[in-house]
């Protein structure tokens, strides 16, 4: 179950986020062993504005300023917890980056699914090559465009 809050956005993106949440929970779930899995995993997914982001980010990461994707990941197998994607900051990247808000939005997705199953790009380079290579992972089991945010916000050394 997902729920997608955004009016614009609507039901291509939820389409793309539900099966994207299969195919990622189907090989991330092993990881917590057999007991865990669950048949139906939930996932929040919130597209807002650049003042709401803010706000979190000021409230969550002691950073007063936008930010493209939050993640709070929630320790339970079947609520896995919520992805926060601002609309606006996803617009000017897309933009910058040369491809549609579409593609933006997905590469943000993916980033943020793989944060809550646990990777942190911010820990280690031996981290964030890790979690680079399961965003092109992504990206390409989905048949989108890219190869996911750390490649694409040039964070890879």
């Known amino acids: 179950a997902l729920s997608v809050e ?3 956005v609507m039901r291509e993106f939820q389409e793309d986020a539900e099966r ?10 092993p990881r917590w062993g057999e007991g865990e899995m ?4 939930e996932l929040s997914v919130v597209i807002c504005s650049d003042r709401f982001i803010a706000e979190l980010n000021k409230q969550w990461r002691g950073k007063d300023e936008p930010t493209d994707v939050l993640t709070f990941p929630q320790d339970d197998p079947t609520i896995l917890g919520d992805i926060i994607i601002s609309k606006e900051t996803a617009e000017r990247q897309a933009t910058e980056r040369s491809h549609s808000l579409e593609d933006e939005l997905r590469i ?28 092109k992972w992504a990206m390409k089991e989905m048949g989108w465009k890219g190869s996911g945010l750390i490649t694409a916000a040039g964070e890879l050394h």
């Open 108 to 135: 943000l997705l993916v980033h943020g699914l793989f944060h809550i199953f646990g990777y942190d790009h911010e820990d280690s380079e031996e981290d964030l090559e890790e979690m680079a290579s399961r965003e």
């Open 20 to 29: 994207l949440l299969e195919a990622v929970y189907r090989e991330e779930a």
């Open 38 to 41: 669950s048949e139906e995993p």
């Open 6 to 8: 955004d009016g614009a």
